[in-house]
């Protein structure tokens, strides 16, 4: 059971970027990394979703590591509009799993 | 192409009555999972159907049930309600059907069903 953990909330302010890293100790061989964005009253948004190494698309980067133990989102140069929950979900490849996301990463970005 | 619909977009149910929550899921998309979010316990998943046949199941209760229709259309239904079943209901839809596990596929989620029990 692959539990993730990450930081309650971040701060950052418009132009910089935001690195927000969440730890999974037990992630299996076949896990995929992947992170969502979620705003008040809406679901989930993908961002990006990776299994190792580096992965880069036009929103975000996902470092991760040989070990596989932890991820990090990369946001480059946030604005206003990326304040937001930040969620890391680590898929289990089981038969019957409990498959939940992150407690998630309040970022909020500030002029 | 339109998203992933969910209703209805608000209820309000008393103790120990039930509800059934509704998910159209993309065109095209086959696997519909289900989640529960609530302030202290963030999302967690419920289930998960693939052609008409729960695929993944969470650690929730049997009061807690789904299905899938021919369509892809998914319902979910909680009976004999509790205070702590209040919660934002999310419905999220997939593609890949060839992927074993909801989480390594992309997952396109609904605007949810907040159900309030009084």
């Known amino acids: 059971l692959a539990k993730t953990t990450q930081p309650i909330s971040m701060d950052s302010y418009e132009g910089q970027e935001v690195n927000i890293t969440c730890s999974h100790n037990?992630?299996?061989?076949?896990?995929?990394i992947t992170w969502y964005q979620q705003f008040p009253s809406q679901g989930p948004r993908f961002i990006i979703q990776g299994y190792k190494t580096k992965v880069t698309n036009e929103v975000a980067s996902l470092f991760i590591p040989a070990d596989r133990k932890s991820s990090t989102l990369s946001l480059p140069r946030v604005s206003l509009s990326d304040t937001a929950v930040y969620y890391c979900?680590?898929?289990?490849?089981?038969?019957?799993?409990?498959?939940?996301f992150g407690k998630g990463t309040m970022l909020l970005v500030s002029p | 192409k339109a998203g992933v619909t969910q209703t209805p977009r608000y209820l309000i149910k008393t103790r120990g009555q039930q509800v059934t929550l509704s998910c159209s899921p993309i065109?095209?998309?086959?696997?519909v999972s289900w989640y529960q979010q609530t302030p202290g316990q963030g999302l967690q998943f419920l289930f998960e159907y693939f052609s008409e046949t729960q695929r993944n199941k969470g650690n929730f209760p049997g009061r807690f049930s789904g299905r899938q229709f021919s369509n892809s259309r998914s319902e979910m239904n909680v009976s004999t309600l509790e205070l702590g079943d209040s919660a934002l209901y999310l419905c999220a839809s997939s593609l890949e059907a060839q992927r074993e596990m909801v989480g390594t596929d992309t997952q396109y989620f609904g605007p949810g069903t907040r159900l309030t029990v009084l």
């Open positions: 979900l680590v898929g289990v490849l089981s038969g019957y799993s409990t498959l939940t």
């Open positions: 037990n992630i299996a061989t076949n896990d995929y």
């Open positions: 065109s095209g998309h086959r696997s």
